[in-house]
């Protein structure tokens, strides 16, 4: 069993012989040993899918409305609140969010979305959010912007995934998964 959530519980780790808990990635825990008395203690411990907090309790369809239907025609350089509010008209817990859009990865990780990697990201799919890092000539706070299903949206209709020249091909990136 491998537990994904975004911490681990903190009683999961003392029970069991180290031998049969063993760190299982940046922040899951993969359980060995099956039948191994200590091994089912630790794995009863573990919360079950239901429990884990999940970015898939975010209804896409309605944060993908709710940008589409308030985008402007043009930045008006509120990306980050237009991509919060969108999540959070689709039931997401915006609770402890960032000022900054350059901020939303660590955040949106802790909140149960996944990083996607560079190939997945080319074919995006409806509730993904890029964030980008601020470039010499961008916005110090970069840029956030959701995947509508069809493009790509922040406080404007974006032409493309960079949303304007000062990031096109020359800011870091990563994308998030609900």
């Not at 969108?86 to 859009?101: I, K, V, Y």
């Not at 916005?139 to 956030?144: I, M």
């Amino acid at each position: 069993y491998e537990y994904d959530g975004p911490t681990l519980p903190a009683n999961a780790l003392r029970l069991g012989a180290p031998s049969s808990v063993t760190a299982g990635g940046p922040t899951g825990v993969a359980l060995a040993d099956a039948g191994d008395p200590a091994t089912e203690a630790a794995q009863a411990m573990l919360p079950t899918e239901a429990e884990l907090p999940r970015a898939r309790a975010v209804d896409v369809d309605k944060a993908s409305a709710w940008i589409d239907r308030h985008a402007q025609p043009e930045s008006t350089h509120q990306c980050a609140t237009f991509v919060r509010r969108a999540l959070e008209a689709g039931g997401f817990d915006s609770s402890g969010h960032p000022a900054a859009a350059k901020d939303y990865g660590r955040f949106l990780l802790g909140k149960g979305f996944t990083a996607v990697d560079r190939a997945q990201a080319a074919t995006p799919q409806k509730g993904d959010v890029v964030v980008l890092q601020p470039t010499a000539q961008s916005d110090p706070a970069g840029h956030v912007a959701m995947f509508d299903g069809r493009q790509w949206v922040s406080d404007f209709r974006q032409k493309d995934f960079w949303g304007v020249p000062a990031y096109r091909g020359v800011a870091s990136y990563d994308v998030y998964r609900p």
